[in-house]
């Protein structure tokens, strides 16, 4: 029963229940957590990482991708794509529901909010100042950022013993966690096609009370950035021969 396909599906699907939970805390009305701000939203998108890595370790994926532009840039790091086409998908529609759990889990607060760009902000990621150029560069960047630091945390050339072993999830989640804080206050920090696309998707379709558009004149930045910075990315650990 367990396999790859199955570990990016599920580990993508927690990710997106606990990450978008938490933003769905914070800007939704009368919950808990409302108005807890950026620092409880970037730690806990990182202890969401960190959860999905498990748990796709548990279904069957011993790499954990969870996220195409992980994916991508393995495949122009190895030359190796069979598995661009299967991961990306599984970590799509892993995206999408975990997205449903999040509206079924705040089913009450929906109608209680009546900005519905603090819906949309629930599902996907939306730019601070909406610049097409300058947001894409910055998903570049942070994507590319992103993966270059866990190539070295996996590296032999950084720990000659082929990393950090067994807290490399831990790691992995530290440098998401920096990443969120130091670069993603531009775009909200994508730097995932399957984060952004599978959850925009899921608002598109679900019936959320009082919802308004799905923002797709801007959903290409967060696929395009992440994509063409995990192809960065994947470049530069081949030619260093991380």
Not at 49 to 68: E, K, M, R, W, Y
Not at 173 to 187: A, D, E, Q, R, Y
Not at 232 to 242: K, P, S
């Amino acid at each position: 029963m367990r396999s790859p396909f199955l570990g990016e599906f599920v580990g993508t699907m927690v990710m997106i229940l606990l990450g978008d939970g938490v933003v769905a805390g914070v800007l939704l009305k009368r919950t808990k957590a409302e108005n807890a701000g950026w620092l409880a939203i970037t730690t806990a998108w990182a202890f969401a990482v960190l959860c999905g890595i498990f748990t796709a370790n548990l279904f069957g994926s011993p790499d954990a991708h969870l996220n195409p532009a992980i994916t991508l840039a393995l495949s122009f790091k190895t030359g190796d794509f069979h598995n661009l086409a299967p991961f990306a998908a599984a970590q799509i529609l892993g995206a999408f529901c975990g997205a449903t759990l999040v509206w079924l889990q705040y089913l009450p607060h929906w109608k209680a909010t009546e900005n519905p760009a603090l819906k949309l902000g629930v599902f996907c990621t939306a730019p601070a100042i909406r610049s097409l150029g300058a947001n894409f560069l910055s998903e570049v960047f942070a994507t590319a950022t992103l993966i270059v630091v866990i190539g070295a945390i996996g590296s032999k050339l950084v720990l000659s013993s082929g990393g950090a072993a067994g807290i490399t999830p831990y790691l992995v989640s530290c440098v998401v966690w920096g990443v969120g804080l130091s670069l993603g206050g531009t775009t909200g920090y994508a730097i995932n096609p399957a984060r952004d696309f599978g959850p925009r998707l899921a608002h598109a379709v679900l019936p959320i009370a009082g919802k308004g558009g799905s923002d797709w004149g801007y959903a290409g930045i967060p696929i395009l950035g992440p994509a063409v910075g995990g192809i960065f990315a994947g470049l530069i650990l081949r030619w260093i021969g991380a």
